[in-house]
Structures are given as C-alpha cells and as structure tokens.
C-alpha cells in the first residue's frame, strides 16, 4: 500500500467465522458490500504477498483498503463472548 493513487488507506479485519468485517478500532462494518465490494473479501491472497490479505480499491469513496482475514472468532476474540454464549452472527 504504497499510496500511488492519493487515497485514503485503512486496514480492516474480517473474521471468517461470523464473516464480520471491522475497522482498525474493531467496529463492525453493517454494510461490508458498499464498503469493499461483495468478492473483496473472497479474493484474499490474490496481488499480495501474504495470502490472507487483500487490497481493495475503492473509487467512489477515494479509499484503500488493506482487509486482513482473522480465522479466530470476532465473537470471542473482540467482545469475548464464549461459544456458548449468546453471540452475533453476520452470514451476508
């Protein structure tokens, strides 16, 4: 991400299991697909050297963004709910 556009750049995290997608202060995204697309998030890997991140253009917004898949669970992770526990559960 060098920044060769003069966007704005943020890093978001998805984590897979609840498919949540948040911002760098672990707010979640409601609406990820206006936000990166609805096959940003699938596309991890691709043009990156690591394979669980990818970067998003956005041009309607003049945003960047560096999305970085979390296998572990936002549920448990961020707001530490265990798996028994009443949790979110974000499947768009």
């Given at each position: 991400m060098?920044n ?7 890093t978001l ?6 498919k949540?997608?948040t911002?760098a ?7 990820k697909?206006?936000?990166v ?6 596309m ?10 990818v970067h ?6 003049h945003m960047e963004?560096?999305v ?7 549920n ?6 265990g ?6 559960d974000r499947n768009?």
């Amino acid at each position: 991400m060098e920044n060769e556009s003069g966007y704005s750049q943020a890093t978001l995290t998805y984590y897979t299991v609840e498919k949540v997608l948040t911002d760098a202060r672990d707010n979640v995204i409601e609406d990820k697909f206006a936000l990166v697309g609805g096959g940003g998030v699938s596309m991890f890997g691709e043009q990156s050297s690591d394979p669980n991140t990818v970067h998003i253009r956005n041009p309607k917004l003049h945003m960047e963004f560096e999305v970085v898949r979390h296998d572990g669970s936002f549920n448990q992770i961020v707001q530490g709910i265990g798996p028994n526990e009443r949790s979110i559960d974000r499947n768009n």
